[in-house]
């Protein structure tokens, strides 16, 4: 007899209901995964099980009109993954991201979250994917900050107010008690001045909106970048404060010193080197890789044989395998070109809770399947 197959349909506001936005418990599943990480315990795409995802590469002239055409942070990608331990499933987070949304009332990126079966390849569950790709983006650089950050952090610096900085403010404030105030650098003063406000009464921590990032980073114990669109932030290594924690979720530029004298620590470096692989075989070559990645200039040094320092992954530090901080002054420059597991780890997680607090809509795939029916 076949099998009925059914999933379970989550909207955005239904994940909110399943403890999306618990940046707390969030962070605790990030650093789960990270440990099954530095253990080895999942499965990226690709032969070398280091591919990030697979992207439609959007170019600056298309033969036909209706293709989309390249622009700022504009993309489509699926990122695919396995993720052992107690998770032991399946999932595929898969978005479109086009700055031009803003203009239209929407997020820049647009994402679904689907969960399969390991073994059957069954569909478990589709959700609306932003909360959960948003709030597992902020739980990142919480959970390196709770390894690498000097001891008594007292500020944090944020260049970018957008979405994604917001969770990443959120999760570190969190995470680290002894921040005592948020220095907010955005191209957009005005938008700074609002996030600034909204989320100070959250937080209960003092915010200071500054114009010029020179202020934010010299201010900054650890510094969180994560900004979208053509102009990026140049983080000039004469105001980096000794012992600084700089944590880049989006792409920045620095002097080559910079990257060359600095520690670098990274959540996959592997993925970060599939990276280059695919900028080198693209038409453009590595120009194709430097504008969205946050390990693209270094990438480009060490295509260039400029650069062969080691650089170690949180994972490994997490479990021990690696030297976490060396002193209260070393500073540390961490990329985090964000896991498709750590979709998968909070996916699952808000999955379970919606299971068990009986909340989303179950959709039957089919009652019996066409292809294994027997009349
Ligand atoms: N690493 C990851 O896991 C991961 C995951 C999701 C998103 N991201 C990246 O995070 C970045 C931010 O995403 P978002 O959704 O918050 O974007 P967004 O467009 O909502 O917000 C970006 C903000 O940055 C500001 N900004 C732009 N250029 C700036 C500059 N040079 N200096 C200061 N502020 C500047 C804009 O005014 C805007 O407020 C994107 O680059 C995205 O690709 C990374």
Redesign the pocket.
């Known amino acids: 007899m076949s099998r009925m197959v059914e999933l379970l349909y989550l909207t955005e506001e239904e994940i909110i209901e399943a403890g999306v936005l618990d940046m707390n418990e969030c962070i605790k599943t990030i650093e789960k995964m990270f440990k099954l990480m530095g253990k080895g315990d999942y499965l990226l795409a690709g032969p070398n099980r280091n591919d990030h995802g697979l992207m439609l590469w959007f170019n600056k002239e298309e033969p036909f009109e209706n293709i989309p055409k390249a622009g700022p942070?504009r993309r489509f990608m699926s990122l695919i993954s396995y993720l052992g331990g107690d998770f032991d499933v399946i999932g595929n987070k898969w978005y479109g991201s086009n700055?031009e949304n803003?203009n239209k009332g929407l997020p820049?990126?647009i994402h679904t979250f689907t969960l399969n079966d390991k073994d059957t390849g069954a569909p478990l569950s589709i959700m609306a994917g932003n909360l959960i790709?948003s709030t597992r983006?902020g739980a990142?650089p919480a959970v390196f900050s709770k390894y690498l950050a000097r001891s008594e952090a007292k500020v944090l610096g944020a260049?970018?107010?957008?979405?994604?900085?917001q969770s990443c403010i959120t999760a570190i404030v969190n995470t680290i008690d002894s921040i005592e105030k948020v220095v907010l650098?955005?191209?957009?003063v005005e938008?700074g001045e609002k996030i600034a406000n909204r989320l100070s009464q959250q937080l209960h921590v003092e915010f200071e909106v500054v114009g010029d990032?020179n202020d934010c980073t010299g201010q900054a114990d650890i510094l969180t970048v994560?900004?979208?669109?053509k102009?990026?932030?140049f983080i000039k290594e004469e105001f980096i404060k000794k012992g600084a924690l700089i944590l880049l979720?989006?792409?920045a530029e620095f002097e080559e010193s910079t990257l060359k004298k600095y520690r670098i620590v990274s959540d996959l470096w592997s993925m970060h080197e599939k990276w280059l692989e695919d900028g080198l075989s693209h038409p453009d070559g590595i120009a194709s890789i430097l504008d969205?990645t946050m390990s693209g200039q270094l990438l480009n040094l060490i295509h260039n044989n400029q650069y062969d320092n080691e650089i170690d992954d949180i994972g490994d530090i997490i479990i021990g395998n690696k030297q976490g901080r060396t002193s209260e002054d070393e500073i540390i420059i961490c990329m985090?070109?964000?896991l498709p597991t750590e979709d998968v780890a909070w996916g699952y997680q808000v999955y379970q809770n919606a299971l068990q607090r009986n909340i989303g809509t179950k959709l039957p795939l089919w009652n019996e399947s066409y292809l294994t029916r027997e009349s």
Do not use: C, E, F, H
């Not at 260049?159 to 900085?165: F, K, S, T």
């Not at 650098?185 to 957009?188: A, I, P, R």
């Not at 994560?226 to 669109?229: D, I, L, Q, R, W």
């Open positions: 942070d700055i803003l820049r990126s790709s983006t990142v260049v970018g107010g957008g979405a994604i900085n650098y955005d191209l957009n938008k990032i994560a900004t979208s669109g102009t990026k932030p979720t989006g792409a969205w985090m070109g964000g």
